[in-house]
């Protein structure tokens, strides 16, 4: 694989962000009825980038993958999680939640949670995560998992 950068997302990256967005959206083929029937599901908001809560992954000159956050006391959520179909399968969705790990130990928060459908359930076991129960969600039937984390010592809290 070429060399792999995550780094901050800027308001720049985003046609490429939306673009992965759409495209990893669309590569389920469970999902896509549904995302096709609401279009505006396939729409990538600039929030979390200008809020700056958004991690790119860039492999070469091309961004192949991206992922966003929450914070809530001690809890980080990861909101959404996105790699390029032509990407997929090679770390890199991997890779960006441990990076979303780190941030989130380094700032004290105790415990990681997302909301993923069934076919996720693999690749989120795979970093750590345990199923704690089954959500309805606007695509159907989801599930909700977490990972304990550990902070690190002397760090201050996760902010409120």
């Known amino acids: 694989m070429t060399s792999l950068l995550i780094r ?3 308001p720049g990256d985003m046609p ?3 673009e992965v967005y759409r ?3 669309l590569s389920n083929d469970g999902d896509r009825p549904g995302l096709l029937a609401r279009p505006e599901f396939l729409e990538f908001s600039d929030l979390a980038v200008r809020e700056g ?3 790119v992954a860039v492999a070469g000159d091309r961004v192949a993958g991206f992922a966003t956050w929450l914070a809530a006391a001690d809890i980080v959520e990861v909101e959404d999680l996105f790699v390029d179909p032509d990407w997929m399968r090679q770390g890199i969705g991997t890779a960006l939640v441990l990076d979303l790990i780190e941030i989130a130990r380094d700032a004290g928060a105790r415990r ?3 909301t993923g459908n069934q076919h996720a359930l693999a690749f989120y076991q795979s ?3 345990t199923v ?7 695509l159907g039937s989801g599930l909700r998992m977490h990972l304990d984390l550990t902070p690190r010592p002397g760090r201050p809290e996760w902010p409120s």
Do not use: K, N, P, Y
Request: without cysteine.
């Open 53 to 55: 809560r958004t991690r």
């Open 8 to 10: 901050a997302a800027e």
């Open 23 to 25: 495209r990893s959206s």
């Open 112 to 114: 990681a949670e997302v």
């Open 127 to 129: 970093v750590g995560f």
């Open 132 to 138: 704690d129960r089954e959500v309805a969600t606007l």
């Open 16 to 18: 490429a962000l939306s």
